[in-house]
């Protein structure tokens, strides 16, 4: 990597070398059978380059040519992709624990053996479709650059995904596990899976109408992209956010505060750095409902006359950085779920949400299909909704938070359940 940012240098006025290596170990179980078993690998390096004020760009498997993938890079320059930015000097960052040895140790089938121990337990009490995927993963990075940049980091994970299907349809009660170490699928969730899932057998047709909804963490994607999309520089740059003016207002309920949190070694990808180099922080977005930040990379805020706050991140070597919330996390609040059931009169708890993408996103739009949904009459959950929606505008569903759940649920990013008033539901 270092001859090859030598020779980037002599033919650039800033150059960056970021390599990538992954490998994943992944076992799944349907219907209460062994499916598959599979391992992966992948590696590769990427050169990215500023000359005269434009963006070259070039990735390779391998460093058999550097010459070739030099040439690329400068041959990409044709793009006359603006790049007036600065890439970033060489700081002394916090050390972060984002590895577990033992990590290494755990065998296909160790994880075999966990998902089978799960379905057991599901297969006794429910006569769900089991479906269960368990996986491990390690990932090594390292970024150098022309202003003495040298940073790496290395990366493991272990995930659980769990699915209780109701018989005949799409639909059913789902968990999964993020951790960087492994961890036995913990029987309070097991239990409160198996509780929903017996309940929700029986099926129900509430009326239309305004009612409480209790978005569960694995639901509440629906409102953050929209949230995350109106606070994203891209969208600041290209006057597509609702919110470009918003900055010191009250915009959620002051029982929300949401922040991304890179350096919290709760998430299996915690990091000192993004993507591009910039130190990461703890960095408040919503706190007690007022806006406070939006976030950028290092491009669109060049673009924008501000200093890129850490959010410039690929998914893979061969990407290229974009502004992106990476660990974002809800403050918890004070309720349990079960104390949260008892909070709604009539409404429904939004177990999956289908087709999050429709409406329009930048302007906070939502329409999706409760997939599953349980309907809650009198604080209990009476049974299982089937093809009914939920609609709003996440701007406003936001400013009406009843409760937030004591815990964040590790999810990918560090979701609590959230109980929300005055969304319009439809059913049959």
């Not at 972060?96 to 379905?119: A, G, H, P, Q, W």
């Not at 709760?266 to 706190?287: C, H, Q, R, W, Y």
């Amino acid at each position: 990597m270092e001859k090859l940012l030598e020779m980037a240098k002599k033919v650039s006025d800033q150059a960056e070398v970021y390599s990538q290596e992954s490998s994943s170990n992944s076992v799944s179980f349907e219907n209460a059978k062994l499916h598959d078993i599979e391992s992966d690998f992948s590696a590769g390096i990427a050169l990215r380059i500023i000359k005269d004020g434009k963006l070259g760009f070039a990735y390779t498997r391998n460093l058999n040519n550097r010459e070739e993938l030099i040439t690329n890079a400068l041959h990409s320059l044709k793009g006359k992709v603006a790049a007036d930015y600065q890439l970033p000097s060489y700081q002394k960052l916090p050390q972060i624990d984002t590895y577990d040895k033992n990590i290494d140790e755990i065998s296909s089938s160790k994880l075999v053996e966990e998902c089978s121990r799960i379905d057991e337990i599901w297969k006794e009490k429910t006569n769900a479709e089991i479906t269960i995927a368990s996986w491990t993963f390690t990932d090594e990075m390292r970024l150098i650059n022309s202003k003495g940049v040298d940073y790496s980091k290395k990366t493991s994970g272990y995930g659980v995904y769990g699915g209780l299907g109701f018989p005949g349809g799409a639909s059913g009660i789902s968990r999964s596990i993020n951790n960087k170490s492994f961890i036995p699928f913990l029987e309070n969730s097991s239990n409160e899976m198996i509780m929903l899932f017996n309940i929700g057998e029986k099926i129900v047709q509430p009326k239309s109408g305004k009612m409480k909804v209790l978005f569960m963490p694995g639901s509440l994607y629906t409102l953050n992209w929209r949230f995350t999309t109106g606070t994203s520089a891209q969208s600041i740059y290209e006057k597509t956010s609702p919110v470009a003016d918003n900055i010191g207002q009250q915009i959620f309920s002051d029982k929300l505060t949401i922040f991304t949190d890179p350096l919290n070694e709760n998430f299996n990808s915690a990091t000192a750095f993004d993507s591009e180099g910039i130190p990461t922080t703890k960095f408040i977005l919503v706190e007690n409902g007022v806006l406070k930040s939006f976030y950028y990379d290092l491009y669109y805020a060049q673009k924008l006359g501000v200093k890129s706050t850490g959010h410039g991140y690929k998914q893979y070597y061969y990407g290229k950085p974009t502004p992106q919330a990476a660990h974002l996390t809800y403050l918890p609040g004070d309720a349990s779920f079960a104390e949260m059931i008892k909070m709604i009169d009539r409404g429904i708890i939004l177990e999956g949400a289908m087709g999050a993408h429709s409406g329009n996103i930048p302007n906070g739009d939502y329409s999706i299909g409760v997939d599953p949904g349980l309907y809650v009459e009198n604080g209990e959950i009476i049974g299982r909704v089937k093809d009914a929606m939920i609609a709003g505008n996440s701007y406003e569903t936001m400013k009406n938070v009843i409760a937030i759940e004591n815990k964040a649920h590790n999810i990918g990013s560090r979701m609590p359940a959230v109980l929300f008033d005055n969304v319009s539901f439809s059913g049959k």
